[in-house]
């Protein structure tokens, strides 16, 4: 297969398993395959300019809207963020990230990737005025009347401020085994892990279904936190939390990227040990000054980046061999 038809081939079943993770929540592949085949696409792509096709998988951000919702544009792009597989990757980051700022060490924002649906919430003068999943990242999903049903998210904040904050909606773990539990007793399909069962709720056409799942919410972004005079990332996490949101307490202010890797090899070992599902660690600059001085490809921003865990290694037993004779 010539590197043409291997573009064309990885395209077709990348967008195949975008359509079944953010469509139909339930994909039929790992992260760790998906991220492999992804990477080979991106290397390919790049070795191979001539290929080039803005609706590559590569250049943007998956998801599709749902027909049965509403839908809203977002104010600005809600991107994907680039991946980071290892130390040395992490260091290239840094060096890149060091190479536009001029300065020898870095200050970077340590969190936690929730494996959630990823969402944006509008507040007119205090007030909640909309909810939005991220869709293809121009366009989303008016999921307001599901999104009020989760107790953590506030529906008026403490001071009449108007902007747009990002996060991540989730199903703890101890109520996805509930709800499999009570699903497994009604002869309904069970949900393979976290994350498919709150896309799901979320995409309930009845709010009443949603409001009996027992969601909750992490919130991660202020967008446009210059115009509030707010000038780091750990001082705008700060800020939401002040004004009623819930954010992780988890996140982590690190000098330089060395701290930032031993930090995250820490983090690994605990990953199983968190009441909610996490797929990553994402590490982002904390000077909001320098964003658009280091600036942003078409998927994603170069001021942040998403570390993803190796896949684990299971090991199994090999109980039984049974031969069989076809026809020749």
């Known amino acids: 297969m010539d590197y043409k038809a291997r573009i064309l081939y990885l395209r077709e079943v990348l967008n195949k398993y975008n ?9 039929s592949v790992s992260d760790a395959e998906y991220d492999s085949l992804m990477q080979e696409l991106i290397a390919l792509e790049k ?12 250049q943007r951000v998956g998801g599709f809207v749902a027909s049965e919702f509403n839908k809203i544009t977002h104010s600005s792009m809600m991107l994907s963020l680039a991946n980071a ?11 890149r990230v060091r190479g536009v700022i001029k300065k020898d060490v870095i200050d970077y924002v340590v969190e936690l990737k929730i494996d959630g649906l990823a969402m944006s919430l509008m507040y007119i003068d205090g007030k909640l005025s909309y909810a939005a999943t ?26 009449e401020v108007s902007f747009e904050v990002r996060g991540e909606v989730f199903m703890p773990k101890k109520s996805w085994e509930e709800l499999n539990a009570i699903r497994e007793e009604t002869g309904e399909a069970l949900f393979a892990n976290p994350r498919n069962a709150a896309a799901g709720s979320i995409r309930q056409l ?32 700060d800020y ?89």
């Not at 597989?85 to 060096?95: G, I, K, Q, T, V």
């Open 47 to 58: 070795a191979h300019p001539d290929t080039f096709d803005k609706t590559s998988p590569s």
């Open 85 to 95: 597989f290892s130390a040395d990757d992490l260091r290239d980051f840094d060096r």
């Open 19 to 27: 359509y079944e993770y953010y469509v139909l929540n339930n994909s």
């Open 206 to 237: 009845d709010s009443k279904i949603a409001a009996s799942r027992k969601l909750d919410a992490f919130w991660y972004f202020l967008v446009d936190p210059l115009s509030l005079n707010i000038k780091t990332h750990y001082d705008a996490l």
């Open 240 to 328: 939401l939390r002040t004004l009623g949101f819930k954010v992780n307490d988890k996140i982590k202010l690190c000098k330089g990227i060395e701290e930032v890797i031993k930090h995250i090899e820490k983090v690994t070992l605990q990953r199983h040990d968190f009441p909610y599902e996490i797929d990553g660690i994402v590490v982002k600059v904390n000077d909001i000054t320098k964003y658009d001085e280091l600036g942003y490809t078409a998927k994603t921003p170069r001021w942040a980046t998403a570390y993803k865990f190796p896949p684990e290694e299971v090991e199994t037993v090999l109980e039984d061999i049974f031969f069989t004779v076809g026809r020749t």
């Open 134 to 159: 991220r869709g293809d990242g121009e366009v989303g999903e008016d999921v307001t009347s599901n999104i009020v049903t989760i107790k953590s998210i506030p529906l008026t904040l403490k001071e």
